[in-house]
């Protein structure tokens, strides 16, 4: 069980450290990436069946017993995310190795890509605070490099504000060790949940709010998103996409994780969260209408879903978190998927701009069905998958009796409507309001699948998985409710962990 844990972080660490030393053969890096993400895979396959069947496990780094050592834990939550993780950073990988450009141009990207996979890894899995900073640091190091490849002056500059945000969170995210250390005496998540509820009122809240915060930055939830859509869309496209689909979501995770773990029900700061959630929603989709890029509308609608998920925990209740699990698996398939469908409109219209862009609906039909199917999901039409996680979380708010949040979750979902449609009408059915530059007609491919097979087929099968999660709801549900029952339940965590 030990290595079912260390694992999925130690693989794709020493795949990294392969492919530099396979630098000058890029086939052979191309066969360590896809064999380290198909064996981590794997492992959190393995990983999330044994969690399910048998509860928590854990493992203590050098046999130092918790709170002294480093923990690696993991229970439902964590190896679901993992799971989802590793499908996607290989999908996306096999799409940036038949794209032309940042996995063929640069030789390291293969080996930043690993690194970053290492770090997602280790944040679902890390079972204390400095270690989860760690985590996210080396998740963000790597990231860096990811979103600066190709130098271009935009990249340059929306790298800048990703890396001074990315600090300031991450000095942030320091203080809050020092001032949780210095009330506790302790880091380690599992001993914190026992004596934080022994703090003052005062002190017990500020601590919570200084963790949204922290935790809300990397989420990019309202006021703090304003970083994401300038950074994202100047970036490669297989780099956008795994931002989108995950790094948002380690944020979401380490708010779902230390607001349920660490403060005892009736001290949670559920009123704030759903405010939050619908001000992130409205924000986000508001932002979105007023774009006229593709990239940038999708990254605006990233912000936007993420006040789902924050409503599903401001609930605070089993079916909220089950239906905030639900919806993050949900969108993290959908939103990567709708980011390599916007890989292949700009590979095969040489732009992005909708003013640049129209009737691909003849000229791609393929990228044209490959766009429609994850934004109907994001949408939540039936029996897709954001169908069944939207109406689980807005039945979870009915039930609470929390009707302002209800009302801008539907509400945001007409919006999310009008904004899809607006790519959908302006690349797919419309001819372009503007004629394109010699340049862009020239990048323009004659391709039957509207791009190289490698960029369409994980694109077709990520697609495919959002019908497959909308059939396959009912266990899927099920699955998400025991790990919400985890969540408020944590005994079986905190006896994994040990003393």
Do not use: C
């Not at 915060?213 to 300038?230: E, H, Q, R, S």
């Not at 969108?331 to 916007?342: D, N, Q, R, Y």
């Not at 919400?484 to 006896?495: F, K």
């Amino acid at each position: 069980m030990t290595a079912l844990l260390t694992l999925p972080i130690m693989v794709p660490l020493l795949g990294a450290g392969l492919s530099i030393l396979f630098g000058g053969s890029r086939r052979a890096q191309r066969a360590v990436g896809l064999t380290s993400l198909t064996a981590v895979a794997g492992l959190a396959v393995a990983l999330l069946v044994a969690v399910d069947r048998d509860g928590p496990v854990a493992t203590q780094g050098g046999g130092w017993p918790a709170p002294l050592g480093v923990t690696l834990v993991a229970d439902r939550l964590s190896a679901i995310m993992l799971v989802v993780a590793a499908a996607m950073l290989l999908a996306v990988l096999v799409y940036a190795i038949g794209q032309p450009g940042a996995e063929r141009n640069h030789v390291g990207f293969q080996s930043v890509y690993l690194v970053m996979a290492a770090g997602v890894a280790a944040a679902f899995l890390v079972g204390d605070l400095f270690s989860l900073f760690v985590a996210i640091e080396m998740m963000l190091t790597a990231s860096y490099v990811l979103i600066t490849l190709g130098g271009r002056l935009d990249q340059v500059r929306a790298g800048m504000t990703y890396v001074v945000v990315s600090l300031l969170a991450s000095m942030l995210f320091v203080t809050l060790i020092a001032v949780t250390y210095a009330a506790t005496g302790t880091v380690n998540l599992a001993d914190l949940a026992g004596r934080i509820a022994d703090l003052p009122d005062g002190l017990r809240s500020a601590l919570a709010v200084l963790m949204l915060v922290v935790f809300g930055i990397k989420a990019a939830i309202v006021p703090f998103f304003f970083w994401l859509p300038d950074s994202y869309p100047t970036a490669p496209s297989p780099v956008t996409a795994i931002f989108a689909g995950l790094l948002t979501k380690v944020g979401v995770y380490a708010m779902i994780r230390t607001q349920t773990l660490l403060f005892p029900q009736g001290t949670r700061p559920g009123t704030l969260l759903l405010v939050v959630a619908g001000l992130t929603m409205v924000v986000g989709v508001l932002g979105a209408i007023a774009q006229g890029d593709v990239k940038r509308i999708l990254s605006f609608q990233i912000v936007s879903h993420i006040g789902y998920m924050v409503m599903g925990l401001g609930l605070f209740t089993l079916a909220g978190l089950a239906a905030a699990v639900l919806y993050t698996v949900h969108h993290i398939v959908a939103k990567t998927a709708l980011f390599l469908a916007g890989g292949l409109i700009e590979h095969h219209g040489g732009s992005s701009r909708l003013a640049r862009l129209g009737g691909m609906a003849r000229t791609a039909p393929v990228v044209a069905v490959l766009f429609l199917v994850p934004a109907l999901s994001l949408i939540g039409v039936p029996p897709l998958s954001g169908f069944v996680a939207k109406f689980a979380l807005v039945d979870a708010a009915v039930a609470r009796s929390a009707w302002g949040v209800t009302a801008a979750a539907l509400v945001v979902s007409l919006l999310t409507t009008y904004s899809l449609m607006k790519i959908w009408i302006a690349v797919f059915w419309s001819p372009a309001a503007e004629p394109r530059s010699d340049v862009a007609a020239a990048a323009a491919r004659v391709e039957p699948l509207g791009g190289p097979a490698l960029m369409v087929a994980p694109t077709a099968v990520l697609a495919a998985a959002t019908l497959a999660i909308g059939l396959a709801s009912g266990p899927l549900y099920d699955l998400s409710s025991r790990a919400a029952a985890d969540l408020l339940d944590p005994r079986a965590y905190l006896a994994a962990v040990g003393p």
